[in-house]
């Protein structure tokens, strides 16, 4: 017993007393819990004044030869609008604030294994959102969140703090990447194999290792874009020797791994919140865990597919077509297994399972059109249309996002120890699944037809439809206030949640809500997997010695 | 000798050390990624031109390389017997060594800017062509490890005489022995690409 004790006591890595001014507790604070919401408050911020951009490109486009906004600011509009999306909200709330709140507490340790790297990687993220919204003072970047040189070669100076704003991501995502995967590998608690981990840490390792594989690529990528742009060395210009496709390479090469930090962690918070709603065990929970595997390994091998017309020779792009539709194989492991969990389920129609059917219906439909592009002939005709614009929002809005919410109702009474409003949570998945669908459908005919992504004016033609999806753009940015004041309506009355208040079975559900500072008084040791329903809880605890020592 | 060393338990000891060993491995995995990334950079941008340096421009001399490179590898065998001294407990001849890392370190960086004085005398500079691009930015990227990894022997070494480390206990030694090898390691790579691939 006493040795038991040792060994969850030496899990922790860090020992030091609690904070006790302010500013260590709010401001530089070094506790996972703090610093996810911390990322949950400033991503908020960012997708509020991201989402200001997309409805100020949809009442540009409300008609066809709209002159509301100039065709720079257009660019810069939707430029700022991808690359905050991507990098500032999206990104940082699946891995930053779900990764850094749920984390730690599913696998039974008390802290992360660098807490002040965690800290650090946080405060490198408000810069950098400054810079990137800053850079409409100088003039935004314009070519596209994938700013494809020589264009971004061209670009005023807004172009480099955007190099120096996504560096900053970059770096920020790369140390967290290797943060939690030191903490998954070694920080888990007694008796938690792989195959007990819940399936949300699982989608965090593989992220965490696609992190700081990828993102170290994107480094170099814009280190020298911003060379290049600052003291004229030649890498991409073609006019100078260089080669403006070896930006897409290097690009791609991060870009399609982030596709999947993009949604893995958005599959990994399905697979827990489906267990719980259904009252029975995931179906096919090792097929879940490895095909996030399959998925990070297939990552690194398909970038080209978005490359398909840049010149590539045929004999390039076949293998990529190939291998991006066995991507397919895997998700459609997932997606079966969803499925068949909710097959004779116990149902409970909750908001997070709401998020969940809404995700499921969503995003396959956003994966079977990126089936589509990964046809090299059917990706030549619909390449830089509305097409590629409704799979992108597909699978980022519908499934990340959606996922984002399903995970936000569903921890929010882990996280603030108050229940959000289940009507208002209902209303707001009602509004936002009805006008998200009315927004992003249309855009898949009109893509076909053969109206081009990247113009703010288009057509006549398309007028009809383009009102339609503006109109349900508004309505979809309105459906954000439901929540907004959900959150608040909470925060001030919101009904105490108690420890656990959806009668879960992963370890963040066996301590208080909020958690306290060291998460777990005693060491829990983990006895089976997280989702036997029915049985005796998977864990028991041992008494744990909690005084600190200092380590150095 | 630091006291406070000795309030933990040398299990605790042990799991703190790989944990930061295992994040500093992967530290230095996502660094070798940064020059993989440059390195393909220069694969690629090489095979689009037909000459290789561009008609006209100097190409970076191979025997100063050479010797540079000796004076590199020597630094590494330094490291790895400062090392070796200090886990036998040889405090005398641990400093020596290191103090020598640290000459020969400085001496391939003194070694480099005297190839870029000439470089840059015979006309290849950095924004000249994309062989000036090219290989400023690779050895450039590299001279900085190779300047960071000199500050951090300087601290490990500042640390060591201070009594931060023990015989059982230094992990910062460790951490900057791996770096130092590192950078030893892709030079290895970078001297064949730019100076030996012909």
Redesign the interface.
């Known amino acids: 017993m006493q040795a038991a004790v040792?060994?969850a006591?030496?899990?922790h890595?860090?020992i030091h007393p609690p904070p006790d001014t302010f500013i260590k507790k709010y401001i530089f604070s070094q506790d996972h819990k703090v610093i996810a919401v911390q990322y949950f408050i400033t991503s908020g911020l960012f997708f509020v004044l991201a989402g200001l951009l997309a409805e100020m490109m949809r009442a540009q486009l409300a008609s066809a030869n709209n002159t509301l906004l100039s065709p720079t600011t257009y660019n810069e509009a939707y430029s700022v609008h991808g690359s905050a999306m991507v990098w500032l909200v999206i990104i940082p709330i699946l891995t930053g604030a779900f990764g850094n709140l749920i984390m730690p507490l599913q696998i039974g340790a008390r802290d992360v294994?660098?807490p002040w790297?965690n800290m650090f990687s946080f405060w490198l993220f408000p810069p950098a959102g400054i810079l990137l919204f800053g850079s409409f003072i100088w003039g935004a970047p314009e070519a596209g969140w994938t700013e494809y040189p020589p264009i971004s070669l061209e670009q005023s100076f807004g172009t480099s703090m955007w190099c120096m704003a996504i560096f900053l991501i970059g770096v920020s995502s790369?140390i967290t990447?290797?943060?939690f995967?030191?903490t998954i590998?070694?920080?888990r608690a007694p008796g938690m194999t792989w195959t007990r981990m819940p399936l949300f840490v699982w989608a965090t390792a593989v992220t965490a290792f696609l992190s700081?594989?990828a993102?170290?690529?994107l480094?170099?990528?814009l280190l020298?874009l911003l060379?290049e742009r600052t003291?004229?060395?030649?890498?991409y210009d073609p006019a100078?020797?260089?080669?403006p496709v070896?930006w897409q390479?290097?690009f791609w090469?991060y870009s399609h791994p982030a596709v999947y930090i993009m949604i893995l962690p958005a599959f990994g918070i399905v697979s827990e919140i489906l267990p719980t709603f259904c009252r029975r065990p995931i179906f096919g929970y090792k097929a879940i865990a490895y095909s996030s595997v399959a998925i990070g390994l297939l990552s690194f091998a398909v970038w080209a597919h978005h490359m398909f017309t840049s010149g590539l020779a045929p004999w390039v792009q076949l293998p990529f077509m190939i291998l991006t539709m066995i991507v397919g194989i895997p998700t459609g492991v997932k997606i079966f297994s969803w499925v068949a969990t909710l097959w004779g389920g116990n149902i409970r129609l909750t908001t997070p399972m709401y998020f969940v059917l809404g995700f499921l219906s969503t995003f396959t439909f956003g994966g079977i059109t990126g089936i589509m592009l990964a046809s090299v002939p059917a990706d030549v005709h619909e390449h830089a249309t509305y097409f590629v614009v409704a799979h992108l929002h597909y699978v980022l809005f519908g499934g990340s996002v959606f996922g984002i919410f399903a995970g936000l109702y569903y921890w929010w009474p882990k996280m603030t120890g108050r229940m959000l409003d289940e009507t208002l949570g209902k209303i707001h998945f009602w509004l936002m699944f009805v006008s998200f669908n009315a927004t992003f459908l249309p855009m898949h005919w009109i893509g076909l037809e053969g109206m081009p992504r990247r113009v703010s004016t288009y057509d006549p033609q398309y007028q009809d439809t383009n009102l339609f999806i503006s109109i349900s753009a508004f309505v979809l940015g309105a459906s954000m206030l439901v929540f907004a004041y959900n959150a608040i309506k909470s925060t001030i009355s919101g009904r105490e949640a108690g420890q656990n208040p959806w009668g879960a079975r992963t370890l963040e559900w066996m301590i208080p809500s909020p958690p306290p500072y060291y998460n777990f008084d005693d060491i829990p040791v983990v006895l089976s997997g997280p989702y036997d329903y029915g049985k005796p809880l998977p864990y028991r605890e041992i008494k744990a010695d909690l005084s600190y020592?200092?380590?150095? | 000798m630091a006291t406070h060393a000795l309030t933990v338990d040398d299990a605790t000891y042990q799991e703190v050390r790989d944990q930061r060993l295992l994040g500093f491995l992967f530290f230095l995995i996502s660094d070798v990624i940064i020059f993989s990334s440059f390195i393909y950079g220069y694969i690629y941008l090489r095979s689009t031109v037909m000459a290789w340096p561009p008609p006209g421009i100097e190409p970076a001399a191979l025997y100063m390389a050479g010797v540079n490179s000796i004076v590199l590898f020597g630094s590494g065998a330094t490291m790895h017997y400062a090392m070796e001294f200090f886990k036998h407990g040889d405090r005398r001849k641990f400093v020596g060594y290191m103090i020598a890392t640290i000459i020969l370190g400085l001496g391939f960086l003194g070694g480099q800017a005297f190839e870029y004085f000439n470089l840059l005398h015979a006309g290849t500079s950095w924004p000249s062509s994309i062989y000036g691009a090219a290989f400023f930015t690779l050895t450039g990227l590299h001279g900085f490890h190779v300047f960071i990894g000199v500050i951090f022997l300087i601290t490990v070494l500042i640390q060591a005489q201070r009594g931060t480390y023990t015989q059982q206990r230094y992990f910062g030694l460790t951490a900057g022995a791996l770096y130092w090898h590192f950078v030893d390691v892709i030079w290895v790579a970078l001297f064949s690409l730019l100076y030996v691939w012909k």
Do not use: Y
């Open positions: 040792g060994t006591h030496v899990t890595g860090h294994a660098f790297l790369t990447g290797l943060n995967l030191v590998i070694k920080m700081f594989i993102t170290a690529n480094s170099a990528a020298g060379i003291f004229g060395v030649p890498f100078k020797g260089g080669s070896l390479h290097i090469f020592k200092p380590i150095v």
